[in-house]
Nanobody, 127 residues
């Protein structure tokens, strides 16, 4: 089964930090653009960050720019998301998936038949 396995979520106070990771299972992610997505209760999926497969360029949504950093390690088949200065509104389930990168973050490739995200990892930001 080809999918990502996400981990690293948890509960944290506002202003705190977390590092999320996702590992590609059953495939190599070398040439894929990979995005981090999140979905809060009652809200649509948001593509918050993306790293290209060609040159490693990174892209961020305004909501996380300056606070989150995406990185990839093709040798380890992993993509990470370093999150700092967390806010209440960052509470969501976070997924990584194949993506199309753009200046505003990431767009899911699900509508063209490519979906690799796993169960996600929950991030709760609360006082």
């Amino acid at each position: 089964q080809y999918q990502f396995v996400e981990s690293g979520g948890g509960s944290v106070q506002p202003g705190g930090s977390l590092r999320l990771s996702c590992v590609a299972s059953g495939f190599t992610l070398d040439y894929y653009a990979i995005g981090w997505f999140r979905q809060a209760p009652g809200k649509e999926l948001e593509g918050i960050s993306c790293v290209s497969g060609s040159d490693g360029s990174t892209y961020y949504a305004d909501s996380v720019k300056g606070r989150f950093t995406i990185s990839r390690d093709n040798a380890k088949n992993t993509v990470s998301l370093e999150m700092h200065s967390l806010k209440f509104e960052d509470t969501a389930v976070y997924y990584c998936d194949a993506a199309m990168c753009h200046p505003g973050g990431a767009t899911s490739t699900e509508n063209i038949g490519l979906r690799l995200r796993g169960q996600g990892t929950q991030v709760n930001v609360s006082a």
